[in-house]
């Protein structure tokens, strides 16, 4: 399966350096900038989705078929908890001048 592993790596590795960028330098992608408040927040959001790509990219590629059904479905709850991480990054304000980045 590595037609479906090396593309779901790589997107898990971009969404992880997004949400180190977010949390570290505040600074997010120009298509949501508008929309986020909170960049640590949204920062938070993505690297939990990374981690529920890779979660599903592990059980995808290591487990044995009886398995693969409990990775995905763990590693969408996963995934749905980050996005709604950073849902809530786009209602909360920071009290900081430059969104929530140190």
């Not at 399966?1 to 593309?7: F, I, K, S, W």
């Not at 900038?33 to 290591?62: C, E, P």
């Not at 786009?90 to 969104?99: A, I, L, M, V």
């Amino acid at each position: 399966m590595p037609y479906l592993t090396v593309p779901l790596g790589l997107l898990a590795l971009l969404v992880a350096v997004s949400g180190v960028a977010a949390i570290s330098r505040g600074w997010v992608l120009p298509t949501h900038r508008r929309h986020v408040r909170t960049t640590a927040i949204y920062g938070w959001g993505q690297l939990v989705l990374a981690l529920g790509l890779l979660w599903q990219l592990i059980y995808l590629s290591i487990s044995s078929p009886d398995l693969r059904p409990l990775g995905a479905l763990i590693g969408t709850t996963i995934i749905l908890a980050g996005i709604l991480v950073m849902l809530i990054s786009q209602f909360t304000r920071s009290s900081t001048k430059d969104g929530g980045a140190a």
